[in-house]
């Protein structure tokens, strides 16, 4: 772990060994100053020469403000912290001299307190990822150790003995006064050098007074104000202009843009995102989950925290994660900040990891990204060690998409980038990292000491009424309003340019938003990005035609979205894809026809030119591109699938209406193998979609067709389709289609009763076993969640879709199980016991079952269960209800002594009463918890009014026994 400066060192870093007054000091001092063994009581030698501190300290200031250009960003960043450290501590020797604190030192108190060592201590370093006040908390820390330290000094010398009370007083409180005052003068301090160097604002995060701008423009300002003014390697200028070209590059390619439409340049339309950040290492054990930053402030000025921690040393130690949700802008970023950082001070390499191989080291992907950009092979070793003095800084975008496509973990890629950057440095070529991941994918990730954590927020209604002002500038008005409607798509900047495109085509988005449901939206996004892809061959085509190839492209993208149902996962690799394509549309060559003229291209090809649907690629060594696909936003896939299943049963429903009346049954094979791998309560969105269609369709001809194939569930099957995402055992898949066709009559219906379903009482118990013990377990809470059963006198049972929209854990699933498989002796255990476990919960109502059935001569174990289930009040209270009746009463407060808690007074007072009028002696047990004596004579006017009268009148008599003079 790297640590921070101590004042000798920072003396030194400022060049201080020489200075005149140091010479001096060290003199006067024996060597000690600058050895770096200056004891703590030493420290007051030096107020007899306090104007020649101060003045040193005011000097090695000076001296890097007089070196503030010309120096390389790394020296300037060195010099900075070392100035910071010496501001430290001259405040802290200014507060001490203001209290006056006079003390005779004699050569054997030198001797005691030889073990205090300011000079040695490491001072503190505001960090960038903390508020002012929060870095003020940690100075104020560093003050109350170095007062303590010195009030422990002073104590210990021979003279402090010789003071009276008084003067003991005295000296005690001006040395705790310290820290305030010494508080107050480092903020004098911090502003005087705040105002020259413009890092320091932000690395203590002062507020930034400067015009709001956009584009990460305000981070170019600020570092425009701190540059060192050296002149960039031509490398660098080269890479320099590259960076800034992307300022100018429109938001999407002109091929994607329908005609008409003019696309705002990414510097116009970039909005600074907000974000939230920790730096606590100890709490980044698991960013990926987003109950995780429940509690972590969000921020809105990205600029000046980047400011802070690209010029502090924070930034040397660890690499800095950059996380976000698909779409949320982090390549974007990326580029953003490479375009705006000086060449003459940040020597940028920006590597997009799915261009470089999968199975490279960390050195060989830097150098893949250098030789991208560059044009030429450049060893990193090289391009370290040229840079002309520009902090060299590696952004390695898009780690998530090296996991997604490779299949392989790396948990300790941050680890190895904090190993590398110590390596560095202690070569003298230190380097900053900054990584970028999806927040899904970095579960696990092994985070080094120092690495800082960001999180990109989704767009607040501001910024999107921010973004669409400067579309509106150059197209069509779209109104905020209008697109705020659909928050999920408005709040991801790629989604929200989707919207506005699709905006862009006519009128009809802007005219029918009011009562446009959230499946039309997305049906018409999908139709419109389908038709501009299947019509950009140019080639001519009938209506029928044309309609008839926009389904099949939307049919892939549905076998996409399947896929990933299917096998419940967030993305898809290539391969898997292709096989799901193969089994469900034949689609078993690129080559493919369809309808007259289209020639559509593969699978895998035409997902990526879809907006709505990221392509993640990695390479290997052997140039093999490794692929996987993921929708921008979940609820894409979640139509898709609601889309292909629909369109499934509706076209089985044709087929079974031309059916030949000499076959028994529809031929459901394609049906079973869609709907046999996974169940359809897993997901709402896919329920809610499903109920829209349903709305306006052919109810009862569906519900007929669903209603005989459930009937049918147990008949021997002939055929289960080709299709294979996943392998599952016959009985699994058998379990998983039944279901799914109870929940599509759901859909179709509103409330199903018994024999509508077809089944008996018995028939559903033994159907909800089977899916019970074929499901997995998630899948089954799942039922439990969705399915609500009703008792019916007439018709036996009803059963509807009704999500009761509670989290789902063991206990509750536990106790509502039973009204789902309508199990009698568990509906009647169930609600003998509601109660009960509706205040305690099930584990600490059966551990309470379980004390109540045991003698009290055998409860100790019980009594330790329910502790450990409950371990409060309730254990307390049933620990004092058990003393005197009937059991081991020495062996229970032997045992449980420790483990009182807070307890009731009726509940102790009963209790200790019953062992009383035993004679039971707990003296030698533990008084405290266990006398009476002791809780007579705490008895107040207000405990009195608690007690019940049978207690006052016992206690009463218990006093007289006892001699306890009663106030009461």
């Given at each position: 772990m790297r640590k921070t400066y101590s004042y000798n060192e920072a003396v030194k870093i400022l060049g201080g060994k020489e200075h005149p007054v140091v010479a001096a000091m060290d003199k006067v001092l024996g060597g000690l100053l600058l050895l770096g063994s200056l004891g703590m009581w030493e420290v007051l030698s030096l107020f007899d020469a306090k104007p020649d501190f101060l003045r040193l300290s005011n000097e090695l200031i000076s001296k890097v403000s007089a070196k503030r250009r010309g120096v390389s960003r790394y020296t300037r960043t060195q010099q900075l912290h070392a100035a910071h450290a010496v501001l430290v501590m001259t405040a802290f020797f200014e507060a001490f001299e203001e209290q006056q604190v006079h003390v005779k030192l004699t050569k054997e108190d030198r001797e005691l307190v030889a073990r205090f060592s300011p000079w040695e201590l490491e001072?503190?370093?505001p960090s960038v990822g903390r508020s002012y006040d929060e870095n003020l908390v940690v100075v104020a820390r560093t003050y109350d150790q170095l007062a303590g330290d010195l009030l422990s000094a002073v104590m210990s010398l021979a003279c402090w003995d010789g003071l009276d009370e008084n003067e003991q007083e005295q000296v005690t409180e001006a040395v705790q006064h310290i820290t305030t005052c010494a508080l107050v003068r480092y903020q004098e301090l911090l502003g005087q050098l705040a105002a020259e160097f413009p890092e320091i604002r932000f690395w203590c995060s002062i507020e930034d007074g400067r015009s709001v701008r956009k584009a990460l423009a305000r981070l170019e300002d600020v570092l425009s104000e701190t540059t060192t003014d050296l002149m960039p390697e031509v490398r660098l200028a080269e890479l320099a202009g590259a960076y800034r070209g992307a300022l100018r590059r429109s938001l999407v390619k002109s091929t994607e843009v329908p005609d008409g439409v003019r696309i705002p340049s990414l510097s116009d339309a970039y909005v600074d995102p907000r974000f939230q950040v920790v730096t606590d290492t100890d709490r980044a054990l698991a960013p990926s989950l987003l109950a995780w930053w429940d509690d972590v402030p969000v921020r809105d000025d990205f600029y000046a925290y980047l400011a802070g921690y690209l010029t502090s040393p924070e930034a040397l130690a660890a690499p800095l994660l950059v996380l976000g949700d698909p779409g949320s802008g982090k390549s974007v970023l990326t580029e953003m900040l490479a375009a705006r950082l000086p060449a003459s001070d940040f020597a940028v390499v920006r590597v997009e990891l799915r261009c470089t191989p999968s199975d490279a080291d960390l050195v060989h992907q830097i150098e893949c990204g250098l030789h991208t950009l560059l044009h030429e092979p450049v060893s990193w070793a090289d391009f370290s060690r040229n840079t002309g003095g520009a902090l060299p800084l590696v952004v390695?975008?898009?780690?998530?998409?090296?996991?997604?496509a490779t299949g392989v973990s790396q948990t300790r890629y941050l680890t190895i980038i904090a190993e590398f950057q110590q390596r560095l440095e202690d070569m003298g070529r230190p380097t900053v990292f900054v990584v970028t991941s999806r927040l899904s994918v970095c579960a696990g990730l092994e985070m080094p000491w120092h690495t800082q954590v960001v999180r990109l927020m989704p767009f607040s209604d501001g910024q999107v009424r921010s973004w669409l002002e400067v579309w509106n500038s150059v197209n069509r008005p779209l109104p905020a309003e209008t697109v705020l409607r659909y928050p999920d798509?408005?709040?991801q900047p790629l989604l929200l340019l989707m919207l506005a495109l699709y905006d862009a085509v006519d009128d009809s988005f802007q005219r029918d938003h009011l009562s446009l449901s959230r499946g039309q939206l997305y049906a018409r996004l999908l139709d419109l990005f389908a038709r501009r892809e299947v019509t950009k061959s140019g080639e001519s085509r009938s209506p029928a035609d044309l309609d008839h190839d926009v389904e099949f492209e939307l049919d892939r993208l549905s076998v996409v979205a399947l896929a990933m149902f299917n096998r419940g996962v967030q993305w898809i690799a290539e391969q898997d894809v292709t096989a799901d394509l193969v089994q469900l549309l034949a689609l078993d060559s690129p080559d493919r026809l369809i309808g007259t003229h289209t020639r559509l291209s593969a699978g895998e090809t035409v997902l990526g030119r879809f907006f709505f649907v990221q392509k993640t690629e990695a390479t290997r060594a052997d140039s093999t591109t490794l692929r996987t696909y993921e929708f921008l936003h979940a609820t894409f896939g979640e139509y898709l699938v609601a889309r292909f299943v629909w369109n499934r049963l509706t076209e089985l429903r044709e087929e079974d209406r031309a059916r030949s009346k000499r076959k028994a049954s529809a031929d459901d094979t394609e049906l079973y193998a869609v709907l046999s791998y996974m169940a359809l309560v897993t997901s709402k969105p896919v329920l809610d979609f499903l109920r829209e269609f349903a709305a306006k369709s052919d109810r009862e001809g569906l519900f007929d067709l669903v209603s005989r194939l459930f009937a049918a569930r147990d008949e021997t099957r002939k055929q289960r389709g080709?299709?294979?995402?996943?392998?599952?055992?016959d009985s699994v898949r058998d379990a998983k289609y039944s279901l799914n066709l109870a929940v599509l009559a759901l859909v179709l219906r509103d409330k199903l009763f018994a024999d509508e379903l077809g089944v008996s009482v018995d028939d559903w118990r033994r159907l909800m076993l089977f899916w019970k013990s074929r499901l997995s377990s998630s899948e089954w809470a799942n039922v439990v969640l969705w399915f609500w059963v009703d008792r019916d006198t007439d018709?036996?049972?009803?059963?509807?879709?009704?999500?009761?929209?509670r989290e789902v854990h063991n206990e509750w699933l536990l106790m509502s199980e039973?009204?789902?498989?309508?199990?009698?002796?568990?509906?009647?255990?169930r609600d003998t016991?509601?109660?009960l476990t509706s205040q305690c919960g099930i584990i600490v109502t059966s551990a309470l079952i379980n004390l109540m059935a045991t003698p009290v001569d055998r409860c100790v174990p019980a009594l330790m269960e329910l502790y450990e289930a409950e371990g409060d009040v309730m254990f307390s209270r049933e620990l004092f209800s058990r003393l005197g009746t009937g059991g081991d009463d020495v062996e229970l407060m032997e045992q449980f002594s420790y483990l009182v808690d807070r307890v009731h007074i009726n509940d102790k007072m009963e209790g200790l009463l019953r062992l009383h009028d035993l004679g039971v002696h707990v003296n030698d047990i533990d008084p405290e918890t266990f006398s009476l004596v002791g809780l007579l004579e705490r008895l107040d006017q207000k405990i009195l009014q608690k007690?019940?009268?049978?207690?006052v009148k016992r206690a009463r008599r218990a006093a007289e026994e006892l001699g306890v003079e009663l106030t009461w």
């Open positions: 001072l503190p370093l390695l975008d898009g780690f998530d998409e090296l996991l997604q798509l408005a709040s080709d299709y294979s995402p996943v392998a599952l055992p018709r036996h049972f009803s059963v509807n879709l009704n999500n009761r929209g039973p009204y789902v498989t309508l199990d009698d002796v568990s509906v009647t255990l016991l509601t109660p007690l019940r009268p049978d207690l």
